[in-house]
């Protein structure tokens, strides 16, 4: 007997929808399932990300870009959505904070409506943000999280945290098949140069030979983690059996101080900036560090690029970007 999908459509490919595909990371998604051979549908509003970051994908026959803002509903067929539609930098997302809500929740709603309509499988991006500032080190899934619900990081936070709920009901009430990653810092080409994170922050001001901007004391930590490795990782969720919803933490585990992480650009760039010492912003934590045995148990992944390396191919990005 011929299959309905070779009768229709000769090439049958999967049909992926990445929702902030234009953005940093769903453009690396993106990149990477065209690759593969999938067809692929990336839906944006343009609020943080741009075309630029597809545009070597124009023209390809199994890649389409569709302008379209995730708190309206969607209609298409699709076998598979990663819903990355957020903006995900405190200055963005802190810009028009009842959108960044709208965004996380009814963006949530429609597309697990969709994929109930479509019988598709979908893949939540969220976030470490949903264990706020913790009292656990490092935070394994099992961490509830220490979240203000009233400030100014809240939109997000909460948002997110809602968007995990509405994908856990939509999982127990209908059966829908869903995945949750909680992502954690994660740095690398397409950056957006305004988002105000250190890592861009700190190239972008020793390229620039302009004062380093360090919050705090500097000895606050963080963990990042190179896009590849991330893009890994999301694969390798939503290829997983229907048993795993997850959610799962994807980030790299190895700590560095911010006066570290600067020094290292310092030395990358060959700068003559300076350090200058400001106040740390409120609710920032002073410590976020993934716990990915569920990960390497469950994935067999890991990160695998070393911070120097990735920190390489970033300051080049941002030489590009700046006409350097
Ligand atoms: N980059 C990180 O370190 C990180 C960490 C944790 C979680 N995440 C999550 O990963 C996802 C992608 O993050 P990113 O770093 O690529 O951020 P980004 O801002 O570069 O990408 C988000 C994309 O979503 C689009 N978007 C925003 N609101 C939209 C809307 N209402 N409708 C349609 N498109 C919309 C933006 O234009 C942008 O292209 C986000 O959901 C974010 O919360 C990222």
Redesign the pocket.
């Known amino acids: 007997m011929v299959e309905s999908a070779t009768l229709f459509n000769r090439e049958y490919m999967s049909k992926i929808l990445v929702?902030?595909?234009?953005?940093?990371?769903?453009?690396h998604l993106c990149d990477r399932l065209v690759a593969s051979g999938m067809d692929v549908l990336c839906?944006?509003?343009?609020?943080?990300?741009?075309k630029t970051?597809v545009a070597e994908l124009f023209g390809k026959p199994n890649f389409e870009l569709m302008r379209?803002?995730?708190?309206f509903p969607l209609y298409v067929e699709v076998d598979q959505i990663f819903?990355?539609?957020?903006?995900?930098?405190p200055i963005?997302?802190q810009f028009d904070p009842v959108?960044?809500t709208?965004?996380?929740v009814h963006?949530a709603i429609n597309m697990l409506g969709l994929a109930k309509r479509v019988k598709a499988k979908i893949l939540?991006?969220?976030?470490?943000?949903v264990y706020g500032d913790p009292e656990v080190h490092p935070q394994p899934e099992s961490y509830w999280g220490r979240v203000n619900p009233i400030g100014p990081r809240s939109c997000?936070d909460e948002g997110?945290r809602c968007a995990e709920t509405l994908f856990f009901d939509y999982h127990r009430q209908h059966n829908l098949p869903i995945k949750i990653v909680?992502?954690?810092?994660?740095?690398g080409p397409?950056?957006?140069p305004g988002?105000g994170?250190v890592v861009s922050n700190f190239i972008l001001q020793a390229l620039r030979n302009e004062d380093i901007t360090i919050y705090g004391d500097g000895l606050q930590t963080r963990s990042f983690?190179y896009?590849d490795d991330?893009i890994d990782g999301m694969m390798k969720v939503m290829n997983t059996g229907e048993d795993f919803t997850g959610p799962v933490n994807l980030?790299n585990p190895s700590e560095i101080k911010m006066l570290e992480l600067a020094e290292k650009v310092l030395r990358l760039t060959a700068s003559k900036s300076k350090m200058v010492f400001k106040i740390l912003p409120q609710d920032d934590p002073k410590q976020r560090q993934p716990d990915i045995s569920k990960a390497k148990a469950k994935l067999n992944w890991q990160p695998k690029v070393a911070l120097d390396d990735g920190l390489k191919l970033t300051v080049d990005y941002f030489k590009a970007v700046l006409n350097l």
């Open positions: 929702t902030g595909g234009a953005g940093f990371l769903g453009s839906v944006d509003n343009f609020y943080t990300g741009s970051n379209h803002d995730v708190t819903n990355l539609a957020c903006p995900a930098s963005h997302y959108q960044t709208k965004t996380s963006g939540q991006a969220s976030t470490s943000e997000y997110k909680r992502i954690f810092n994660t740095y397409r950056m957006h988002d994170r983690c896009v991330l980030g």
